[in-house]
C-alpha cells in the first residue's frame, strides 16, 4: 500500500503561483510514475502532468505546458507541481496518484491516489 498526502492548495489571484506537495509513505520502493491530475468544479477528472521515476522525463496536458513543472524528490518521496501565471480556469481540487508503469495521462491506469487539495484562482 502507498499513502498520498497533497498539500499547499488555497486561494490565489489570476496571475499568481502556487507549489503543490504530495509526500507519499508506505511501500515508496514501488513508486514509478507519479503524476497530477485535477478535477474542476461540475466536470471529470483531468490530467494535469506526470514524471518518471528519475524525474527527467516528464508529461504535460496541453493546458498547462509551459505555465506548470512537475518534479520529484525520490529522497524525500515526495512530488511537487510549481503552477505559475495560474488562471480561473486552474480552479480545481488538484489530486497526486502513482502507478507502476510508465508515464500516462489517463486516470484509470493509477493505482494509488491523494484525498486532494483545493485550488482557487480569483480573476
Known amino acids: 500500500q502507498v499513502q498520498l498526502v497533497e498539500s499547499g492548495g488555497g486561494l490565489v489571484q489570476a496571475g499568481g503561483f502556487l507549489r503543490l506537495s504530495c509526500a507519499a509513505s508506505?511501500?515508496?520502493?514501488?513508486?514509478?510514475?507519479m503524476g497530477w491530475f485535477r478535477q474542476p468544479p461540475g466536470k471529470e477528472r483531468e490530467f494535469v502532468a506526470a514524471v518518471g521515476r528519475s524525474g527527467s522525463i516528464t508529461y504535460y496536458a496541453a493546458s498547462v505546458k509551459g505555465r506548470f513543472t512537475i518534479s520529484r524528490d525520490n529522497v524525500k518521496n515526495t512530488v511537487y507541481l510549481q503552477m505559475n501565471s495560474l488562471k480561473p480556469e486552474d480552479t480545481a481540487v488538484y489530486y497526486c496518484a502513482t502507478r507502476a508503469g510508465g508515464l500516462s495521462g489517463r486516470s484509470h491506469e493509477y493505482d494509488y491516489w491523494g484525498q486532494g487539495t483545493q485550488v482557487t484562482v480569483s480573476s
Open positions: 508506505g511501500r515508496t520502493s514501488s513508486l514509478y510514475t
